[in-house]
């Protein structure tokens, strides 16, 4: 079982330009995240989706956007990349939508802007 | 708006002995409460967590986690620590209820186990 996996593992790109991180999960979980992790800053949340079709904001969605096609995928894009956006990105999922389910994260991807 | 605050950048300590690391929480109603540890370059894993019950949460690795509702903490506790524990911690809490509901992380404490 491969759990989450997220791809590219990292990337340098320059600023301005298009990027999508891909993950996908083979556990059939409802609930798919994506948060980014900054040095003091701890995970936040960028977006969400409770289910295939649906899809929400977290604490931190701005410049980032979301898709949740099918239950397996959920595809973060960078419209127009910045400096800011420098940082470790991190997919995650949860079976169920009670408030006991664990969530499990990826591996990550780690995004270098220029 | 639920929150969680672990107040220590880092904790050292050496190899055998006890070790905390510390969090609070802030919901409005019953919190779900969740440790995860993250090593180098790694995602984060699941250690434990508190539903109900026992305010004596054991999870993996020896780590158990004690609730205190009074003190609205969850302290993550091993009585004897290893080198292998040095990592990065996460303290997390969701808000109990009804269908979904996000999970909201502590900034994160390092902790370091001398030999």
């Known amino acids: 079982i491969a759990g989450i996996t997220q791809a590219p593992t990292s990337q340098i790109l320059a600023a301005g330009r298009r990027m999508t991180l891909r993950c996908t999960q083979d556990?059939?979980?409802?609930?798919m995240y994506w948060y980014r992790q900054d040095l003091g800053l701890g995970l936040r949340l960028i977006h969400y989706?409770?289910?295939?079709?649906?899809?929400g904001k977290g604490e931190v969605p701005d410049g980032y956007s979301v898709s949740r096609a099918n239950t397996d995928d959920f595809p973060l894009t960078l419209a127009s990349a910045v400096p800011s956006q420098t940082s470790v990105y991190f997919c995650?999922?949860?079976?169920?939508?009670?408030?006991?389910?664990?969530?499990?994260f990826g591996p990550g991807t780690r995004l270098t802007v220029l | 708006a639920q929150s969680v605050a672990q107040p220590e950048d880092q904790v050292n300590v050496a190899e055998g002995n006890p070790l905390t690391v510390k969090c609070t929480y802030s919901?409005?109603?019953?919190?779900?409460l969740f440790w995860y540890v993250q090593y180098p370059n790694r995602g984060l894993q699941f250690l434990l967590k508190?539903?109900?019950?026992?305010?004596l949460v054991k999870g993996s690795y020896g780590f158990e986690a004690e609730f205190n509702k009074s003190q609205t903490s969850f302290h993550l506790k091993k009585p004897s620590a290893l080198v292998s524990d040095s990592a990065l911690y996460f303290c997390?809490?969701?808000?109990?209820?009804?269908?979904?509901?996000?999970?909201?992380f502590g900034k994160g404490t390092m902790l370091l186990v001398s030999p």
């Open positions: 995650a999922s949860r079976q169920g939508s009670a408030s006991t389910d664990t969530q499990y």
């Open positions: 556990m059939r979980h409802n609930a």
């Open positions: 989706s409770n289910t295939a079709g649906t899809t």
């Open positions: 919901v409005s109603g019953n919190p779900y």
């Open positions: 508190y539903i109900t019950g026992d305010n």
């Open positions: 997390a809490v969701r808000e109990g209820g009804e269908g979904y509901s996000t999970l909201t």
